[in-house]
Antibody
Framework: EVQLVESGGGLVQPGGSLRLSCAAS????????MNWVRQAPGKGLEWVSY????????YYADSVKGRFTISRDNAKNSLDLQMNRLRDEDTAVYYC?????????????WGQGTLVTVSS | QSVLTQPPSASGTPGQRVTISCSGS????????VNWYQQLPGTAPKLLIY???QRPSGVPARFSGSKSGTSASLAISGLQSGDEADYYC???????????FGGGTKLTVV
């Protein structure tokens, strides 16, 4: 089955760190660019980060630049998001999303999401 | 404050046609393609329209997209109760080097 499964979410104190993972299966992971997108409770979608298939191109939203690091391991079909210096406003459901081979940044496959709660 | 502007809500009756607008600028919509996503309550977003007006396999022809200048629109014809969802537009922004989303439009079928 073609799917993305996120893990690693949980409760963390402000200033703390958390590492999210996304396991891909059912498709050739190494051929696809990948993204992280988040959604704060009751709010809209916010793009977080992008990594190209070979990790040669990486982009971040200004809101997370310098604090979050995206990475991937094509041999393990996995995508990670290392989140440091977490803030209250980082509380959200974090989705990993696949960038379709057709179109431009058309996210055609999404995981179920993992909830990150930043609170003391 | 989202970079792309959408109306917060829209509504229609079953069978009706509704449109949702998405307003941007020369650095995003005008120079890049627009994608639309549908998020049903409690679920992950789903790609609805890509490259301004293309439908992924499995998306009914009732859904269509268009773009003109710095604005884009999503049209839904033959409205159904199952179309009740949040709809988001998105595009790459050349100035921000980032994907930008609209704030989302909550569609109600009354």
């Amino acid at each position: 089955e073609v799917q993305l499964v996120e893990s690693g979410g949980g409760l963390v104190q402000p200033g703390g760190s958390l590492r999210l993972s996304c396991a891909a299966s059912g498709f050739t992971f190494s051929s696809y660019n990948m993204n992280w997108v988040r959604q704060a409770p009751g709010k809209g979608l916010e793009w977080v980060s992008y990594i190209s298939s070979s990790s040669s191109a990486i982009y971040y939203a200004d809101s997370v630049k310098g604090r979050f690091t995206i990475s991937r391991d094509n041999a393990k079909n996995s995508l990670d998001l290392q989140m440091n210096r977490l803030r209250d406003e980082d509380t959200a459901v974090y989705y990993c999303a696949r960038d379709a081979l057709w179109g431009f940044l058309a996210l055609d496959l999404w995981g179920q999401g993992t909830l990150v709660t930043v609170s003391s | 404050q989202s970079v792309l502007t959408q109306p917060p809500s829209a509504s229609g009756t079953p069978g009706q046609r509704v449109t949702i607008s998405c307003s941007g600028s020369s650095s995003n919509i005008e120079g890049n393609t627009v994608n639309w996503y549908q998020q049903l309550p409690g679920t992950a977003p789903k790609l609805l329209i890509y490259s301004n007006n293309q439908r992924p396999s499995g998306v009914p022809a009732r859904f269509s997209g268009s773009k003109s200048g710095t604005s884009a629109s999503l049209a839904i014809s033959g409205l159904q109760s199952g179309d009740e969802a949040d709809y988001y537009c998105a595009a790459w922004d050349d100035s921000l080097n980032a994907v930008v989303f609209g704030g989302g439009t909550k569609l109600t079928v009354v």
